[in-house]
């Protein structure tokens, strides 16, 4: 018994710290030199000792003292002196799950990734079903890329452990290793928002799909420019995920605002199913009708087998609702966005986008224009902890509208030519608070127009029950809106 509450006991205090860059360890050996890792564990560096409470000579040491000694040093930071002593502790103590837990959790962290995944399983072999020792393993697979065989295993605690908080923020690890806002559409966020708010995104998509429970999403979303205003609440139903199936529901309200012009209310009622295409894609689709007593549609596919990730959003006679004229005159949209990007290195990666969209108003009775938009990036990662990306993008955006008079009922920009940079930041700490921000600019050569932008972001869980997520962004001069314009969402995210 006593075995089990220490290992439980070491596990609170120490999992979840997020590993540094290696480059911060390989820094780290200029203090701690490598040799006290790769020599014999009875050897010290010249000038150090074992402190006294600890001779091997002494009678005094004792198991108890010594991993206090080690969980002391990991707590310090020191990890070669703390390798040293766990591997004779180990060695001393080869059954003892936690001189294992010990050993193997140091050398995941001094990144030595092959020996831990050996040492852990030592102790899988002793005790296949310690929830603690699984998680370390699947952590370690996780760091080595082995995402399929981590997720795999801690959905094998899942069963047994439901509502470890630990096990859940891995397995969300499995699906996004970058972080739990991998997953929200680059149509969505920053720099690149074009108000596609049918679906508002699901800051634990995958992983509320894997849980078994039930799930509503509530969200808002306001944007006030120049000349007008729009909000959108959505409020969505999901069942837990069976067969590799789940069924969705809910509910999209616009609202319009004109300045000296009154305001315009819209809404969508949609139903769904969300399904499985073997562990790399997912597709949605829903169907509903909206206020305007039209059938609509939209259709959701994202594919990520590894450096590859696709996402294809399709949406047919669904509510216009970016602007608050184009609520206000009753306005559809109907296209496409096709986004892709490649990871090339461990911090390089690039990005094609495209959008096609069709606008009409007055109930799909007079035809606005339709929109062409290519979008490319690049992104370099600095740092990883915290996360620190510096994009470069180009982007190239037209709308061919009807006529010159009904281009002017809805004050969208139509013609943009820009290069942007960025600089977007991400801290993800052990309680799952999750805080992200960036500031950029561009620079419109075709309008001669330059701009800068910046954005905070938090997602926070409550409780294993519920969580909330905003998003707050301001522009100088939008790309999407003539003048200034801000942005504000807010969600929150319920598990039954």
Same mark, same amino acid.
């Given at each position: ?17 997020? @590993?540094?860059? $290696?480059?911060?360890?390989? /820094?780290?050996?200029?203090? *701690? !030199?490598?040799?006290?890792? &790769?020599?014999? =564990? ?120 439901? @509502?470890?908080? $630990?096990?859940?923020?891995? /397995?969300?690890?499995?699906? *996004? !290793?970058?972080?739990?806002? &991998?997953?929200? =559409? ?123 990730? $696709? ?14 004229? &184009? ?170």
């Amino acid at each position: 018994m006593r075995k089990q509450i220490v290992f439980r006991f070491f596990r609170t205090r120490f999992h979840g710290r997020r @590993e540094k860059h $290696v480059f911060v360890m390989v /820094l780290s050996f200029f203090f *701690f !030199p490598v040799l006290a890792f &790769a020599q014999d =564990p009875s050897f010290l560096p010249p000038g150090q000792t074992h402190p006294a409470n600890l001779d091997p000579a002494s009678p005094a040491m004792n198991k108890n003292l010594e991993q206090e000694k080690i969980e002391q040093l990991i707590r310090a930071r020191r990890y070669p002196e703390a390798y040293h002593l766990a591997r004779r502790f180990q060695k001393a103590y080869p059954e003892d799950l936690n001189a294992i837990y010990l050993l193997a959790y140091i050398e995941k962290k001094a990144h030595f990734l092959r020996r831990g995944y050996l040492t852990v399983e030592k102790g899988r072999k002793i005790a296949p079903e310690n929830i603690d020792l699984g998680i370390l393993e699947a952590e370690i697979l996780i760091q080595q890329g082995h995402l399929r065989k981590a997720r795999v295993l801690l959905l094998h605690f899942q069963k047994t452990h439901p @509502e470890n908080t $630990v096990l859940q923020k891995d /397995l969300v690890k499995t699906y *996004f !290793p970058t972080g739990y806002d &991998a997953n929200i =559409p680059i149509m969505d966020q920053h720099l690149f928002s074009l108000g596609e708010i049918q679906s508002p995104f699901r800051p634990d998509q995958f992983l509320t799909a894997s849980l078994p429970r039930w799930n509503l999403n509530i969200s808002a979303l306001g944007i006030n420019y120049s000349g007008g205003a729009a909000f959108v609440g959505d409020a969505q139903f999901e069942s837990p995920m069976a067969g590799g199936l789940r069924f969705l529901a809910g509910r999209t309200e616009y609202m319009g605002f004109v300045s000296g012009q009154g305001n315009g209310l819209n809404s969508w009622t949609y139903a769904g199913i969300d399904t499985r295409f073997g562990e790399h894609a997912d597709l949605q689709v829903d169907a509903g009708d909206n206020s305007l007593e039209r059938a609509g549609l939209y259709a959701h596919l994202f594919y990520n087998p590894g450096i590859l990730t $696709v996402d294809v959003q399709g949406v047919n006679n669904m509510i216009w609702g970016d602007f608050g004229q &184009a609520i206000q005159l009753n306005g559809l949209e109907s296209g496409v966005t096709v986004s892709g990007s490649l990871q090339l290195t461990n911090r390089l990666s690039m990005g094609l986008n495209y959008w096609y969209y069709e606008y009409t108003l007055d109930d799909g009775s007079l035809p606005y224009g339709n929109l062409h938009n290519a979008f490319g990036f690049l992104d370099y990662q600095l740092t990883s902890d915290p996360e620190l990306d510096v994009l470069v993008g180009y982007d190239d955006w037209t709308i061919m509208a009807s006529s010159p008079q009904t281009a002017g009922l809805v004050p969208e920009i139509m013609r943009q030519q820009y290069l942007l940079v960025a600089l977007n930041a991400m801290k993800q700490y052990d309680n799952g608070l999750l805080l992200s921000g960036q500031i950029g600019g561009y620079d419109d050569f075709y309008n001669h127009i330059a701009s800068g932008e910046g954005s905070l972001g938090i997602r926070y869980p409550v409780s294993l029950h519920w969580s909330l997520y905003g998003n707050a962004l301001y522009f100088e001069e939008s790309t999407l809106y003539s003048g200034p314009s801000e942005e504000l969402m807010l969600g929150l995210n319920f598990l039954f």
